[in-house]
């Protein structure tokens, strides 16, 4: 067994006008005590602060599927609950050189689940279209943070 959850998240986003866009994207997440999986639909506002740094905004929601088993000696329950609850982020954005960018946001979710993050990230962008993206995000009642690494494709 283990403590600590595993899991894989897909994201993206599209560019609707000058300063909006849409975002979402599909968590999944386990450990021996429960299966989360989460689609979450967003839309999301940028402000220019200077040439290379801007803040943003999100809010939409978050559509969870939570299955849990708990055991105790030799009896076990097995459940499940679905929510649906309000998410928002806010965060900046930093372009610190022409191939490597930088964030750092707080996401928030209200509802059933709730749950904040602290969530810091860089980018280094191998051409316009392809870059590679890390980071952590920590849950503030939680011991674990979550690594993050992956590509970022742009069409």
């Not at 299966?35 to 978050?62: C, F, K, Q």
Request: net charge negative; with cysteine.
């Amino acid at each position: 067994g283990t403590d600590s959850p595993d899991g894989l998240f897909i994201e993206g986003s599209y560019q609707i006008a000058d300063q909006f866009y849409l975002a979402g994207g599909y968590d999944i997440f386990s450990d021996d005590f429960y299966d989360v999986s989460r689609l979450t639909a967003r839309g999301g506002y940028i402000h220019p602060m200077e040439n290379n740094i801007h803040l943003y905004g999100e809010a939409g929601l978050a559509f969870t599927d939570a299955e849990f088993t708990f055991c105790f000696l030799d009896t076990c329950v097995k459940g499940s609950e679905d929510s649906v609850d309000l998410m928002i982020e806010g965060g900046v954005r930093a372009q610190l050189a022409p191939a490597l960018e930088v964030r750092g946001a707080l996401r928030m979710i209200t509802g059933d689940y709730d749950e904040t993050y602290l969530i810091g990230e860089g980018v280094y962008h191998f051409n316009p279209q392809l870059a590679m993206v890390g980071g952590l995000a920590r849950m503030s009642d939680a011991g674990e943070f979550r690594v993050q690494a992956g590509l970022r494709f742009a069409f």
